[in-house]
């Protein structure tokens, strides 16, 4: 039989029993459907995860006090106090191939200003900061080296702090007390928005780090290092050179410190949302083939309701081949509607999440052929059996078949 | 000439039951081009196993049959389907129409398989048309056989038997469920056909459609005991014309009366 003629029996045969079909192709709607939903969402996901990556800035290294690899009990990153701003100024005096350097002291801390007051985040950071964190200045300006060897009473804040502290001025020359000591608004920073592991990073005053230590949170020890790295391709290079720097000022001690760079940090973060893609991919696929047993169960009800009808063929004619084909282009017709119905859905879905979850989706066209190739894999490979089965029927017992 | 059908010592067992029934035990038959055969015999005698067997639809269980010279045991699945297509014609005990598919299109069936398979869908349309037009259904071409009688749907069936242009036709019952009327219009297709030179082989219980054959066979516990040419056979047109003044006749009678 030509194929479009088959083509055409098969279609019509669908449309006999138009519930049935909507009914067994909505197992192949529903999972195409989820598929695109989900890989839309994933999509989305990475995207914006690797914009906040963007935006934390580029080829960044960070020194975190602690190790992995100290034996015994093990701490987590900073639990020991083990690094110092002689450490951060070697690394700024002998690594070659980095562009900034900020030892950085970390604290929670009230604010008062204006009669208001406000629990936020207080670095302690070096005027290399903003350019390291890709993170510009939008009022005013950062302050300045000799501010650090000063041990200035100047803040840079975020826009939050801004919001709560100073909420119809412009702060820039306002004062705002740390521990009841008046330090100078002097810069406002761009909004940056969460961070990938869900902080306001808005929420933030940010004053030489020296400052910090000697005035307000009274430490020697410091935070963290945030080195900025030249090119991306010497990153791995400048990261030995300072773990080499570091454990020879440590002259042979234990390591007490991690470095890692902003690769690594992605990484974890991206991490989780490809588990997640995952699992809910694993999910889809189990209702795909759900689906498709669904499709594959009422084909074999359409071949033996039709036993007649296959041994008229049969006997008029037909070889093998032509109920095979017959049967399989029914199941494929079957899962393919259901698979563009479905990417319809998906997409609706995905819409839909996006306008009122606020959830970040990207529909790609990969996904969308992929769900028709699966589909019409599905309607080959659930269908193959029950056609088969059509096939090799005998003509005089199909005609008999009661 | 060699005859179309050779059959020889045919024989064909049933294993399905729990005792094998043998259907047919030894029939030798030669139906040479154009002949016309009437197939007799009680319920059970194995009328329709024979006819199954001649047409391609069963294979015997011993015995060779040649039919157009070529010897059909040899052939696969595929070859027989093929030879069915377009070497034979059937019209089955009981229509066997494809359900919720036009008269016409039930037609094109045959076309759609085998060689003509190459047709452009006007010829086969075209084609198709022509052979309801044959058996006096071209107005019926697009009723779905549930909308015809079974008369019509028979004469269906017989358009379909016949539009691959076959060199037997076989019909099993062809005039069973008909009136008396029917079956002589169903016969006379048949005689038309015949007259073209299609050899026909049908089945039926009735001496007086058996009357309009060339030849009578009948058949008893599955061997052929009788096999005679028909004496100044009935020729459809003239009972039909007959039955129409009958017909005719009983109402000028009848009309008083009411
Ligand atoms: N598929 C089958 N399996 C087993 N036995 C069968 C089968 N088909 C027919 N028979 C047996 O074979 C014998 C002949 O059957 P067949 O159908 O040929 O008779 P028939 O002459 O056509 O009868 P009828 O006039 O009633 O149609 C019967 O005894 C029947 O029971
Ligand atoms: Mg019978």
């Given amino acids: ?402 | 000439m060699a005859p179309v059908v050779q059959i020889k010592d045919i024989h064909k067992i049933y294993e399905s039951g729990e005792i094998p029934v043998h259907a047919v035990r030894g029939v030798s038959l030669d139906i040479h081009k154009g002949e016309f055969v009437a197939l007799m015999g009680a319920s059970g005698s194995g009328k329709s196993t024979l006819m199954n067997m001649l047409g391609c639809l069963d294979r015997p269980t011993k015995g060779t049959y040649k039919l157009d010279g070529i010897d059909v045991s040899d052939l696969d699945k595929n070859e027989l389907a093929d030879i069915r297509n377009q070497k034979l014609g059937f019209v089955f005990q009981g229509f066997n129409l494809l359900a919720r598919t036009t008269a016409l299109e039930n037609v094109e069936l045959p076309m759609l398989y085998g060689r003509h398979r190459r047709l452009s869908a006007g010829q086969i349309r075209e084609r198709a048309m022509h052979c309801l037009e044959i058996v006096g259904l071209a107005n019926r071409a697009d009723h779905m056989p549930n909308q015809l009688s079974g008369g019509q749907q028979q004469r269906v069936a017989i358009a379909r038997g016949l539009v691959n242009e076959p060199q037997v036709l076989l019909a099993d019952e062809p005039t069973g469920n008909l009136d008396s009327r029917t079956s002589i219009e169903v016969m006379g297709v048949f005689q038309q056909l015949n007259d073209q030179g299609i050899s026909i082989v049908m089945v039926t219980h009735e001496l007086d459609i058996a009357h309009y054959c060339k030849r009578n066979l009948i058949l008893r516990d599955g061997v052929v005991v009788r096999d005679e040419a028909v004496p100044n056979r009935s020729i459809a047109s003239n009972e039909l014309g007959k039955l129409k003044s009958a017909e005719a006749a009983a109402k000028l009678i009848a009309n008083p009366v009411n």
């Fill in chain 1, 1 to 402: 039989m030509r194929f479009t003629t088959i083509f055409r029996v098969a279609l019509r045969a669908l449309r006999r029993n138009t519930m049935r079909s909507i009914l067994t192709a909505l197992g192949i709607i529903i999972g195409i459907g989820a598929v695109i939903t989900i890989v839309s969402m994933g999509n989305g996901a990475k995207a914006r995860v690797e914009a906040q990556v963007a935006a934390l800035g580029q080829n960044i290294i960070t020194v975190y006090p602690g190790s992995f690899s100290s034996g015994g009990t093990r701490g987590g990153f900073g639990s020991a106090p083990t690094l110092t701003v002689e450490d951060a100024e070697a690394i700024a005096a002998e690594v070659e191939d980095i562009d900034g350097v900020s030892p950085e002291v970390r604290d929670r801390n009230q604010v008062l200003a204006n009669g208001l007051n406000w629990s936020t985040n207080i670095n302690g950071e070096s005027p290399d900061y903003p350019y390291i964190k890709n993170w510009n200045i939008v009022q005013g300006a950062m302050f300045t080296d000799q501010d650090v060897k000063s041990l200035a009473k100047v803040a840079v804040i975020g826009k939050t702090v801004v919001d709560q502290l100073f909420p119809n001025e412009d702060p820039i020359g306002q004062t705002l007390r740390i521990r009841n000591l008046p330090f100078r608004v002097v810069g406002v920073l761009d909004v940056k928005g969460f961070s990938l592991f869900g902080s306001d990073q808005d929420d933030v005053v940010i004053i030489p780090y020296t400052s910090h230590m000697r005035r307000v949170s009274r430490r020697s020890n410091i935070s963290s290092i945030l080195v900025q790295g030249k090119t991306s391709d010497k990153l791995d290079v400048v990261k030995s050179r300072i773990e080499d720097l570091l454990n020879q000022r440590r002259k042979g001690r234990e390591p007490d410190f991690t470095v890692r760079t902003q690769e690594e940090i992605a990484a974890t973060a991206t991490e989780t949302s490809k588990t997640m893609t995952l699992l809910l991919g694993g999910i889809a696929v189990v209702s795909l083939v759900v689906g498709g047993i669904g499709v594959m169960n009422i084909m074999l009800v359409s071949v033996t309701e039709r036993t007649r009808e296959i041994g008229i063929r049969l006997a008029i004619g037909a070889h093998d081949r032509d109920v095979l084909l017959q049967f399989l282009i029914e199941a494929i017709l079957l899962t393919v509607l259901g698979g563009i119905l479905g990417i319809l859905c998906g997409i609706g879905a995905s819409e839909f999440a996006s306008a009122y979850f606020g959830l970040p989706t990207l529909i790609s066209p990969t996904s969308v052929l992929l769900a028709v190739a699966v589909s019409t894999v599905i309607g080959v490979f659930f269908g193959y059996y029950p056609a088969r089965k059509a096939a090799q029927l005998d003509p005089i017992d199909a005609l008999r078949y009661e």
